[in-house]
């Protein structure tokens, strides 16, 4: 059978299973700090554990199930990029970004994805499965573990990486709860960003969730007629419904909603898309970022020039949008969404491969 991982059970599901096993109470709490506060990535590593009980867990139960496979460093040296295995070998990307004083994580919520964005790596690979609640919450762990070597910790996490969170809520849910838990992982939940695609039900539902998780909408488009090719699920949530669902998200908690908005060359960069764009988020509480679209092969589009970039970012400025041009990080380590498990399968000689 196979194993599995402790992170996939919640505090009452592991006092449970140690009462049953005639433990002691206050033997989940320490298996819960190995776990959140100290990131073991064994059981054999939680030494205050009886060794009888820690076989005893081995035989049915993994610590974290994240296998690194390998691991890109961007030549920015801010950048890095992990493909992790899943104990059925399935892979998933997590990258990490640094700032002067934040360590951002950037993780992924599914296997690949079923949104089928043209230009996105993983919209071209298609759905493998969903993540648990316990994958989503062992990148995070497995990048913990590493920072804490240097003192630091994962101080901002974005759900942007492959997948797409709100078509997998109740594990991505349950991920954002135990990240936020002050008995798990206990970051404010202010610190983490939830991006969708624009699945409108999600949103909906994110309206009434407790924790204040920020809320980005990849847009790309600024009207229906390009957004049904640029982002497939528009035709079923087209913009009216989707613009719907954010301004009451806005309206009722008070949150500032990002968009990102990736700029492809002549497609959805010219001054009027600026200006759709500009009416679409009239009166709302928001902040663009914009991107030049990373090169992805296989896309039917290609970033556009720096000069187009910084007018449309004008004319968003222009109209009183705050808008922020992002820069393009870890390009060189193909950190778009997807990138590396595909580059991965073509070229596995140029990456750096992590000691076990
Ligand atoms: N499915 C979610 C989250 C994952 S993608 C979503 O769509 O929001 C994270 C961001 O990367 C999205 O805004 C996505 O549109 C963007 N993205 C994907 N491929 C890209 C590329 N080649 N260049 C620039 N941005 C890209």
């Given at each position: 059978?196979?194993?599995?991982?402790?992170?996939?059970?919640?505090?009452?599901?592991?006092?449970?299973?140690?009462?049953?096993?005639?433990?002691?109470?206050?033997?989940?709490?320490?298996?819960?700090?190995?776990?959140?506060?100290?990131?073991?990535?064994?059981?054999?590593?939680?030494?205050?554990?009886?060794?009888?009980?820690?076989?005893?867990?081995?035989?049915?139960?993994?610590?974290?199930?994240?296998?690194?496979?390998?691991?890109?460093?961007?030549?920015?040296?801010?950048?890095?990029?992990?493909?992790?295995?899943?104990?059925?070998?399935?892979?998933?990307?997590?990258?990490?970004m640094r700032y002067d004083r934040r360590q951002t994580l950037c993780i992924s919520?599914?296997?690949?994805?079923?949104?089928?964005?043209?230009?996105?790596?993983?919209?071209?690979?298609?759905?493998?499965?969903?993540?648990?609640?316990?994958?989503?919450?062992?990148?995070?762990?497995?990048?913990?573990?590493?920072?804490?070597?240097?003192?630091?910790?994962?101080?901002?996490?974005?759900?942007?990486?492959?997948?797409?969170?709100?078509?997998?809520?109740?594990?991505?849910?349950?991920?954002?709860?135990?990240?936020?838990?002050?008995?798990?992982?206990?970051?404010?939940?202010?610190?983490?960003?939830?991006?969708?695609?624009?699945?409108?039900?999600?949103?909906?539902?994110?309206?009434?969730?407790?924790?204040?998780?920020?809320?980005?909408?990849?847009?790309?488009?600024?009207?229906?007629?390009?957004?049904?090719?640029?982002?497939?699920?528009?035709?079923?949530?087209?913009?009216?419904?989707?613009?719907?669902?954010?301004?009451?998200?806005?309206?009722?908690?008070?949150?500032?909603?990002?968009?990102?908005?990736?700029?492809?060359?002549?497609?959805?960069?010219?001054?009027?898309?600026?200006?759709?764009?500009?009416?679409?988020?009239?009166?709302?509480?928001?902040?663009?970022?914009?991107?030049?679209?990373?090169?992805?092969?296989?896309?039917?589009?290609?970033?556009?020039?720096?000069?187009?970039?910084?007018?449309?970012?004008?004319?968003?400025?222009?109209?009183?949008?705050?808008?922020?041009?992002?820069?393009?990080?870890?390009?060189?380590?193909?950190?778009?969404?997807?990138?590396?498990?595909?580059?991965?399968?073509?070229?596995?000689?140029?990456?750096?491969?992590?000691?076990?």
């Amino acid at each position: 059978m196979d194993k599995i991982s402790l992170l996939d059970l919640s505090s009452d599901q592991l006092k449970t299973l140690l009462n049953d096993w005639g433990e002691p109470g206050y033997r989940a709490g320490q298996i819960e700090a190995w776990l959140y506060q100290r990131y073991a990535a064994d059981i054999s590593e939680m030494t205050n554990l009886p060794a009888a009980l820690r076989r005893r867990l081995a035989e049915s139960y993994l610590a974290n199930p994240l296998r690194p496979v390998v691991s890109l460093d961007s030549s920015d040296g801010y950048t890095q990029k992990t493909l992790f295995a899943l104990p059925d070998g399935r892979e998933i990307e997590t990258v990490l970004m640094r700032y002067d004083r934040r360590q951002t994580l950037c993780i992924s919520s599914q296997a690949g994805c079923a949104m089928a964005c043209p230009f996105c790596a993983t919209g071209q690979m298609g759905f493998m499965r969903n993540l648990s609640g316990g994958e989503i919450v062992a990148q995070v762990l497995a990048y913990a573990r590493l920072l804490a070597q240097e003192e630091k910790r994962v101080s901002n996490i974005v759900f942007m990486g492959m997948g797409e969170p709100l078509a997998n809520y109740a594990a991505t849910w349950e991920a954002i709860r135990r990240l936020n838990d002050p008995a798990g992982f206990n970051l404010g939940a202010r610190s983490m960003t939830l991006s969708t695609v624009g699945v409108v039900p999600g949103i909906r539902r994110m309206i009434k969730e407790p924790e204040q998780v920020g809320l980005a909408v990849s847009l790309h488009a600024p009207n229906d007629a390009l957004r049904d090719i640029i982002v497939p699920i528009n035709r079923r949530y087209p913009l009216a419904m989707l613009m719907g669902a954010v301004r009451d998200y806005a309206a009722e908690t008070r949150r500032r909603v990002t968009f990102e908005y990736a700029l492809m060359d002549s497609l959805n960069d010219q001054p009027e898309h600026a200006d759709q764009f500009a009416a679409l988020v009239e009166g709302l509480l928001c902040h663009i970022n914009l991107i030049p679209l990373n090169p992805t092969p296989g896309s039917p589009w290609s970033g556009s020039p720096d000069e187009r970039v910084y007018a449309f970012r004008d004319r968003l400025a222009g109209a009183g949008i705050p808008t922020t041009v992002r820069l393009r990080r870890g390009i060189d380590i193909a950190a778009g969404c997807g990138q590396l498990r595909n580059s991965h399968s073509r070229t596995a000689s140029q990456a750096v491969i992590l000691p076990a």
